[in-house]
């Protein structure tokens, strides 16, 4: 199941013209985290339109809430290079294309507040990142239109989708297990400073993040990093 997850909203018109959009392209869970914002506002009710029900059922949670799903995807309109592994992004597109194929995971995209986005300690804790090709003299998108973009993709992949292609990849917990073998690994090798020990966790964490592992591919991680010595 996929999960539309706002940040800290500000904006009662926002939050209702995401529900509006979630009901839009199919999709109905929307999930509030420390909302800043009455969510269920007459404002938020009424740019809501025909999606109120969407409104009505969000829950409203705290930070810690995250821990719930197997993978968490972040959104960001600030690009870094090759060399900044925690904003190195995936299109639209591209989340679809690998989404289409998952099934039996709970997975949740997150967006961040209005005007500052999600801070890089929310990002590195994200499996992974997605963001929205737009104009380099204005990139940064409303949440509501953001939402839209995203979810019409992820619409279309899916009625494109064709039976026998979905995999399960591992799960949260797998995912976690098979990354306390790495970094014990790393932890157990000299690096010339700790930073640089990091950012190779990190990067490993964005790996697996994004290959979304079948069980297959991870039990032959797992027998791979054990005989490392």
Known sequence: MISIILLEPKKPGNVGAVARVIKNFDFFDLIVINPQCDIKSKEAMDRSAHAKN???NA???????LKNFDYIIATTSKLGTDYNIPRSPITPAQLADKLSKIKNRKIGIIFGPEGTGLS???INICDFLVTIPSSIKYPTLNVSHSVGIILYELFQKS???KQGEQIIPVSKKEKEHLLKIIYNKLDKMHFATKEKKETQKLIWKRILGKSMLTKREAFALFGF?????
């Open 54 to 56: 969407i409104l009505e």
């Open 59 to 65: 829950k409203i949670e705290h930070i810690s809430y």
């Open 120 to 122: 890089n300690e929310l």
């Open 159 to 161: 009625r494109e989708k």
């Open 225 to 229: 990093f054990r005989k490392l010595k």
